[in-house]
């Protein structure tokens, strides 16, 4: 008789005990996908806040949902965007590069690198990376118009690239007339020639000069020169992603 009180109070325990658990008990083998949804979850959060433009909150919690592996590099990838609209371009540069690695034909990471590249002071780095690309591309507009400015961004770039630039520049003006900074790039093409004519001028006239008039002349046209290559550039920032 106490025998089967005992497994009365045992049972009647254990319905108590159910009834007051909020959620079912687990099921043998099934952590494994409550640990995946955690990490779903960790993704989701990330993305809502990505969405409300809190790219410091959303990287903390894309960090602790690439701990999965099936989704490791959908949130690496928005890690990395978070980094591109929160300007650390440093980081946003290494890890375009390691997405680039696993994916080297992609135009598209290889212009989103191009762009973190001019925007982290790699300029020639990425003349160089538009250039490969126009190989592959060679009439696509951003392309054109984003190697232009680059190489205008400074004299040292267009003395350095002129030939391909003037080569790039017909290309531009002859699909791409339109092109709402074509007229911008223009003015800074002749504004820049015309330094490089003007240096030059100067350089055979100080060479040629034996006279205190000439060597005063060629002082002047340097100071010009100075004042000219002070006038503001296209500067990386110009460049549309």
């Given at each position: 008789?106490?025998?089967?009180?005992?497994r009365?109070?045992?049972l009647?325990?254990?319905?108590?005990?159910?009834s007051c658990?909020s959620?079912?008990?687990p099921?043998p083998?099934?952590?494994?996908r409550?640990?995946r949804?955690?990490?779903i979850?960790?993704m989701n959060i990330?993305?809502?806040?990505?969405?409300?433009e809190?790219y410091?909150?959303?990287?903390?919690?894309?960090k602790l949902?690439?701990?999965?592996?099936?989704?490791?590099?959908?949130?690496?990838y928005?890690l990395?965007?978070?980094?591109?609209?929160?300007?650390d371009?440093t980081?946003a540069?290494?890890?375009?590069?390691?997405?680039?690695?696993?994916?080297p034909?992609?135009?598209?990471?290889?212009?989103?690198?191009?762009y973190?590249?001019?925007?982290?002071?790699?300029?020639?780095?990425?003349?160089?990376?538009?250039s490969?690309m126009l190989?592959?591309?060679?009439?696509?507009?951003s392309?054109?118009?984003n190697y232009?400015i680059?190489?205008l961004s400074?004299?040292?770039?267009?003395?350095k690239y002129r030939t391909?630039?003037?080569?790039?520049?017909?290309?531009?003006?002859?699909?791409y007339?339109?092109?709402?900074?074509l007229?911008?790039?223009t003015?800074?093409?002749?504004?820049l020639?015309?330094i490089?004519?003007?240096?030059?001028?100067?350089?055979e006239?100080?060479?040629s000069s034996?006279?205190?008039?000439g060597?005063?002349?060629a002082?002047?046209?340097?100071?010009e020169?100075?004042?000219i290559?002070g006038?503001?550039?296209?500067?990386?920032?110009?460049?549309q992603?």
């Open positions: 008789m106490k025998k089967h009180f005992f009365f109070l045992i009647f325990s254990l319905v108590i005990n159910i658990v959620k079912p008990l099921i083998g099934d952590r494994g409550t640990i949804n955690i990490y979850e960790y990330g993305n809502k806040y990505f969405s409300l809190e410091k909150n959303a990287s903390e919690y894309y949902a690439m701990q999965n592996r099936k989704i490791y590099w959908a949130c690496y928005k990395a965007l978070c980094y591109v609209y929160s300007s371009w980081n540069e290494l890890m375009y590069k390691s997405m680039l690695k696993r994916d034909e992609n135009s598209s990471l290889q212009a989103s690198l191009a973190i590249y001019s925007m982290n002071g790699n300029v020639s780095q990425a003349i160089k990376l538009y490969q190989q592959v591309q060679p009439n696509n507009e392309y054109l118009q232009l680059l190489i400074d004299k040292k770039y267009f003395k391909s630039f003037e080569e790039v520049y017909e290309r531009m003006n002859e699909f007339p339109e092109n709402s900074k007229n911008r790039i003015e800074k093409y002749k504004e020639a015309d490089k004519e003007s240096s030059e001028e100067s350089s006239s100080a060479e034996e006279t205190a008039e060597e005063e002349t002082e002047n046209e340097e100071v020169n100075e004042d290559s006038s503001e550039p296209y500067l990386p920032e110009d460049i992603q």
